[in-house]
């Protein structure tokens, strides 16, 4: 079975982020790391893998610093990379980024694709559902479970109080959160073999992909504005008379 | 007139929000599959409402109703097209996007009538004004944007025949599992969130978040260090990678306020926040903070709040 497991490098959402002039996200001055929830795409991929056999391809959408996280995901255990790098690429859309990402699998075999089901930059969480409308395959979003017999994939959809059992024939697009499994570490040997692992670099010329960037955007960003401070509240420390003075602002508040 | 269509997915509270602001821009024909969610169109100040009948369509996800948005939103041309911010909503909006090659905002937090969307980025650091420059626009709506104000009327109901075609019967959903909710309100939505985290120590112990929550009428919610630590059941994880909320109060206990866990909860009106550590990055966006033990403090506060109440 051939996976593609898409995963995007986000700046980290443990640092403080920003915009850039632009009032794009800044790429350039963040700590730039694998989408949190991409890592569990990934061990998926592996997982079903090992126990359908075939091969996981890497694809990315990004900046030549994405090769980091490429690379890291080889290490993990992917078998190859594909990495659409174009400088018409910044300030696209998700439209836009589906487009390319649907051009690029165009080009793939696959019969199961795995994204995490939002990036921890943007969070739309929207990605799977438009490449399922590009690429005409079902999309199978949300799992926190994928079982696959090779030629139909069964997954939990998960929802707030509970979940659905989702079936479908493949080929097939599915996305994951984080309950999903534990993913691996990179172990040394594996970081020496991804370095040896082929990774192809494709511009949009490559695919056919002729509008991207913000003249080709839906959307125009007019104004950006860092949230207000919340104004400093009343902390009081506990010496045996905290509880009540937390039930009074309680109170004062009318919550009780 | 500014025509705004919205998809009423059912009668809860956040289908009621979007129905509000969307009355705020013009007027609304809502879009129901069910007479649940057709009256609370009407209740809520639809001027029209699309009551589709397609059977079958709920034995399929995403597909079949994606594919009657689409064609309702090509005859209609609105101005606006809104949904709320739910997995099944961004879902739809996407498939509409596509189809209809038109622009598409998610999770927006307010929309004035010349279209200019406010959203939050960088889990609600940034403040975003956005406006869509191709076709109508096409958004969904966060949970807790707007105060639900009924305004009862009697909306020119459309009966919409749809079938289930063969294309759209991809994705089965073979099986609806509900997991006991109890008596609590849905974290997402509830007017009082009380959260536990590394602090409280062991998943025995969540069951005093889980009196406070009760003592407050609240929902319980976790950090993800407590529900990676097997405390509490993720699925009432709050931050980036969980439920966000945004209630009148939000009382953290036992939680330090990393970035991840601010994410989902700082957008709450009023935060109170209980931990041993005065450093805590949570009492830097508390409205009342008491630095002390959680398991002293808490059970004096219920004490005080059954006195009180």
């Not at chain 2, 075609?165 to 994705?171: G, H, I, L």
């Not at chain 2, 439920?243 to 306020?257: C, D, R």
Request: glycine share 10%.
């Amino acid at each position: 079975m051939n996976i593609v497991v898409l995963v995007k490098q986000v700046p980290d959402s443990g640092l403080a982020r920003q915009l850039d002039a632009q009032l794009r996200v800044d790429r350039n001055g963040a700590n730039n790391v694998m989408g949190e929830l991409d890592e569990y795409a990934v061990e998926a991929a592996l997982q079903l893998k090992e126990a359908h056999g075939g091969e996981v391809t890497v694809l990315t959408l990004g900046p030549g610093q994405a090769t980091e996280t490429v690379r890291k995901v080889l290490a993990m255990g992917a078998d190859k990379a594909v990495h659409v790098e174009d400088d018409a690429v910044g300030g696209s859309d998700a439209l836009t980024t589906s487009a390319i990402l649907a051009a690029a699998l165009g080009r793939l075999e696959w019969d199961l694709v795995i994204a995490g089901a939002e990036s921890t930059d943007s969070n739309m969480g929207v990605m799977p559902q438009l490449l399922a409308a590009r690429t005409g395959a079902p999309a199978l979003t949300g799992a926190r479970k994928i079982d696959t017999d090779g030629s139909s994939i069964t997954v939990e959809h998960q929802r707030a109080n509970g979940y659905d059992v989702l079936t479908a024939t493949l080929p097939a697009i599915v996305s994951v959160w984080d309950t999903i499994n534990t993913p691996r570490y990179p172990s040394l040997k594996g970081i020496m073999a991804a370095k040896r692992k082929p990774v192809e670099t494709l511009t949009l010329a490559d695919l056919g992909v002729a509008a991207a960037g913000p003249a080709a955007a839906s959307n125009e960003v007019v104004e950006a504005a860092a949230r207000p401070p919340r104004s400093a509240g009343q902390i009081v420390t506990d010496e045996g008379q905290g509880g009540s003075a937390l039930a009074g602002f309680l109170a004062a508040e009318k919550f009780i | 007139m500014t025509d705004i269509l919205v998809y009423v997915p059912n009668s809860g509270k956040h289908a009621a929000e979007v129905l509000t602001l969307a009355r705020s821009l013009g007027d609304v024909s809502a879009i129901a599959f069910d007479d649940a969610a057709a009256s609370l169109a009407g209740e809520y100040g639809a001027a029209k409402v699309y009551r589709v009948e397609a059977p079958g369509a709920d034995d399929y996800f995403v597909d079949p109703k994606a594919t009657v948005l689409t064609d309702l939103a090509r005859n209609a041309n609105p101005d606006f097209f809104l949904l709320p911010s739910t997995d099944e909503g961004k879902a739809l909006a996407a498939r509409v996007a596509v189809a209809l090659d038109n622009g598409l905002m998610t999770d927006v937090s307010g929309l004035d009538a010349d279209g200019t969307a406010s959203q939050d980025a960088f889990a609600g650091a940034t403040i975003l004004k956005s406006k869509s420059t191709k076709g109508f626009t096409l958004a969904t709506v966060k949970s807790g944007s707007t105060e639900p104000t009924p305004a009862p009327g009697s909306p020119a109901v459309e009966t919409v025949n749809a079938v289930v075609a063969e294309a759209d019967q991809r994705v089965k959903i073979a099986q609806r599992v509900d997991e006991p909710a109890g008596d609590r309100p849905a974290l997402a939505e509830a007017r009082v969130v009380v959260s536990g985290g590394r602090g409280v120590g062991s998943a025995e112990d969540f069951a005093l978040i889980e009196r406070v929550a009760d003592a407050l009428g609240g929902a319980v919610g976790a950090s993800r260090a407590a529900t990676d630590a097997g405390y509490y059941p993720h699925k009432f994880q709050v931050g980036q990678t969980g439920t966000t909320v945004s209630p009148q109060l939000y009382l953290a206990a036992g939680i330090s306020g990393a970035i991840q866990h601010r994410a989902g909860m700082q957008t709450s009106r009023v935060i109170v926040a209980v931990n041993k550590d005065a450093d805590a990055p949570i009492f830097g966006m508390a409205d009342f903070g008491v630095v002390g033990d959680l398991f002293q403090v808490l059970p004096q506060a219920l004490e005080e709040i059954e006195k009180r109440k």
